[in-house]
């Protein structure tokens, strides 16, 4: 059996990175991966670095929904300390780096859903979670937290077989954790560095984004808006014209694409 030690160190022997992973931390369970990630921040813990479970007791989704994390499954939180004009487009950078690594490591083709789920077809492969603390107009803190669903079949959790899908069932094959997380990380800070050097990281997550033509409902908590998702801003809100020809500028919600 592989133990926590040498999981850390493949891992980290395959990384083409400065800082991202150059702290590794992997736990065969926990409870949430950002729970212990932000235990770390407070810390000191530097930038870059990642905690990764096998599995998660207690998952954490975005709208205070929980996220299943099996055997099988990629539970990862990466803490970087961005400038503040940087922090919007995070979610940009953890989208793309899980839609690259995923075409690398299993020859997939991954498109994004607004504003950070990455599907394979209509169905969802990846989650990403990101909390921060900004504080005196300064990022105390961000960490991305990202779930895949890598080896396992999603038919066996009736919760989410309708909508759901895993790379190993897509492909018919394991896919290596160790290769998939060190491309991810290795992509993931190519697109930090890349969007501090002034990179127009935005234009390439719209490419990806295939919510955008669509006529879709996005439930923001207190609204819905129903319309067709037009395009997204430089800082990743949505822009969705409605049926009236107004427009309505999205900064959070649920995306529902309306079948026609
Ligand atoms: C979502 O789509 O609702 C976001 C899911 C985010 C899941 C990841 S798994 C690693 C990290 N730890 C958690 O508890 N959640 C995030």
Same mark, same amino acid.
Not at 62 to 77: E, K, V
Not at 188 to 216: C, D, F, N, P, S
């Given at each position: 059996?592989?133990?926590?030690?040498?999981?850390?160190?493949?891992?980290?022997?395959?990384?083409?990175?400065?800082?991202?992973?150059?702290?590794?931390?992997?736990?065969?369970?926990?409870?949430?991966?950002?729970? %212990?990630?932000?235990?770390?921040?407070?810390?000191?813990?530097?930038?870059? %670095?990642?905690?990764?479970?096998?599995?998660?007791?207690?998952?954490?989704?975005?709208?205070?929904?929980?996220?299943?994390?099996?055997?099988?499954?990629?539970?990862?939180?990466?803490?970087?300390?961005?400038?503040?004009?940087?922090?919007?487009?995070?979610?940009?950078? =953890?989208?793309?780096?899980?839609?690259?690594?995923?075409?690398?490591?299993?020859?997939?083709?991954?498109?994004?859903?607004?504003?950070?789920?990455?599907?394979?077809?209509?169905?969802?492969?990846?989650?990403?979670?990101?909390?921060?603390?900004?504080?005196?107009?300064?990022?105390?803190?961000?960490?991305?937290?990202?779930?895949?669903?890598?080896?396992?079949?999603?038919?066996?959790?009736?919760?989410?077989?309708?909508? =759901?899908?895993?790379?190993?069932?897509?492909?018919?094959?394991?896919?290596?954790?160790?290769?998939? %997380?060190?491309?991810?990380?290795?992509?993931?800070?190519?697109?930090?560095?890349? *969007?501090?050097?002034?990179?127009?990281?935005?234009?390439?997550?719209?490419?990806?984004?295939?919510?955008?033509?669509?006529?879709?409902?996005?439930?923001?908590?207190?609204?819905?808006?129903?319309?067709?998702?037009?395009?997204? %801003?430089?800082?990743?809100?949505?822009?969705?014209?409605? =049926?009236?020809?107004?427009? =309505?500028?999205? *900064?959070?919600?649920?995306?529902?694409?309306?079948?026609?």
């Amino acid at each position: 059996m592989v133990n926590d030690h040498d999981i850390e160190s493949s891992i980290r022997s395959r990384l083409n990175t400065k800082f991202v992973g150059r702290h590794l931390y992997y736990y065969h369970q926990l409870p949430t991966t950002m729970g %212990t990630a932000k235990d770390l921040v407070k810390k000191g813990a530097a930038e870059g %670095t990642v905690v990764i479970a096998g599995t998660q007791t207690a998952g954490k989704g975005r709208i205070g929904r929980t996220w299943l994390s099996p055997d099988g499954s990629l539970a990862m939180s990466v803490i970087l300390k961005p400038p503040l004009k940087n922090l919007p487009q995070l979610v940009m950078i =953890a989208s793309l780096s899980v839609v690259s690594a995923i075409k690398q490591v299993a020859g997939l083709k991954a498109h994004i859903k607004w504003p950070n789920d990455v599907m394979i077809k209509d169905k969802k492969v990846c989650g990403i979670l990101i909390e921060n603390e900004v504080k005196g107009g300064r990022v105390n803190f961000a960490v991305i937290g990202i779930g895949i669903n890598v080896n396992f079949n999603p038919l066996d959790f009736p919760e989410i077989a309708d909508i =759901a899908t895993s790379l190993s069932h897509e492909t018919g094959t394991e896919i290596s954790h160790i290769e998939l %997380t060190s491309t991810l990380l290795s992509e993931l800070e190519r697109l930090y560095l890349g *969007v501090q050097a002034g990179a127009a990281v935005h234009r390439e997550w719209q490419k990806k984004m295939e919510t955008l033509g669509k006529r879709i409902k996005v439930n923001a908590g207190k609204t819905v808006e129903q319309g067709k998702a037009e395009t997204v %801003t430089e800082n990743g809100n949505l822009i969705l014209r409605r =049926a009236d020809g107004s427009l =309505a500028e999205i *900064v959070a919600g649920d995306v529902t694409v309306i079948k026609e």
